[in-house]
């Protein structure tokens, strides 16, 4: 299973490979002859020259990609992202965007990805559970049409938000509170 928080909770006194090298501990524990991916998970995400930087000599971004390299590293069936794009730059969350739907394709996990953004997860998801009440429940379970964009800002993304909203207006301006109604950001409580 692999893991990405909202801040990349990477040990500051490990370099960066390291970090990522930590993921595999206990593999390497059992089989002896396991040979670490670190290096490699590092060059897929960009971070190839960075592997003996510490933490704090790294963007955000670049520390997110480190949190990618680490959870990916052991090709996981299960990868948990709780609003792996949070307080990252529109630019930069759309590289890890990308790069996230590029590592996905090619190892194939089940994400359960927890965001506040009714367009993100419009782009990353085939089925999107929003949740309210307390204790939180499923109020709407909505499969996601493909818009053939993975761009926040396409007309089709908008089109396709508004739609949602649309026709779920009622039920998830009840769960979002006020904020719904005006638009696609108002995501409290999803």
Sequence with gaps: MGVVFQEPRLMP????????????????????????????????????????????????GMQRRAALARAFVLEPWLLLLDEPFV???????????????RLC???RPLVLCVTHDVREALVLADR??????????VVLDYRVEPTGSHDLGSPEVAVLSRQLLARHQRLLSEVAGTGMENGPRGEEGL
């Design 13 to 60: 006194w490990l370099t960066v490979r390291d970090n990522v090298r930590l993921a595999e501990a206990e593999r390497r524990a059992r089989d002896r002859g396991y040979v670490s991916r670190a290096d490699a998970m590092l060059a897929d995400v960009g971070l190839g020259a960075s592997g003996n930087a510490w933490p704090g000599q790294l963007s955000g």
């Design 87 to 101: 307080s990252l730059d529109a630019a930069a969350a759309d590289q890890l965007r990308a790069l996230l739907r």
């Design 105 to 107: 394709a090619r190892i």
């Design 128 to 137: 999107i559970l929003f949740l309210g009440g307390t204790p939180a429940r």
